[in-house]
């Protein structure tokens, strides 16, 4: 069965950095497209960041110059580097992979920005 683990979140303070990391465990395939969204208190869902297996990016333009998306296809692993990291982008941050045509989330991890 596949899972998605997220870490590497928590407290920061403003103009501050975080690191998260997901791995994509129980299948012998490797994930095509992943990303990074996030869901803000009250607000829906939201696209942060994706990336292909060909490592081609795309961000959302609220966090774009900040936030790093990258990958390690050996691994299934996708990672978000957070740079300048303001109160606006508090939130759960969820990764997602796409295996064999089939979408697949992460439970989550906190992020917060304190002014």
């Known amino acids: 069965q596949v899972q998605l683990v997220e870490s590497g979140g928590g407290l920061v303070q403003r103009g501050g950095s975080l690191s998260l990391s997901c791995v994509a465990s129980?299948?012998?395939?490797?994930?095509?497209?992943m990303g990074w969204y996030r869901q803000a208190p009250g607000k829906q869902r939201e696209l942060v960041a994706t990336?292909?297996?060909?490592?081609?990016?795309n961000y959302a333009d609220s966090v774009k110059g900040r936030f790093t998306i990258s990958r390690d296809n050996a691994k299934n692993m996708v990672y978000l580097q957070m740079n300048s990291l303001e109160p606006e982008d508090t939130a759960v941050y969820y990764c997602?992979?796409?295996?064999?045509?089939?979408?697949?989330w992460g439970r989550g991890t906190q992020v917060t920005v304190s002014s």
């Open positions: 129980g299948t012998i395939f490797r994930a095509n497209l």
């Open positions: 997602t992979a796409e295996i064999r045509g089939a979408n697949y």
């Open positions: 990336i292909t297996r060909g490592s081609r990016e």
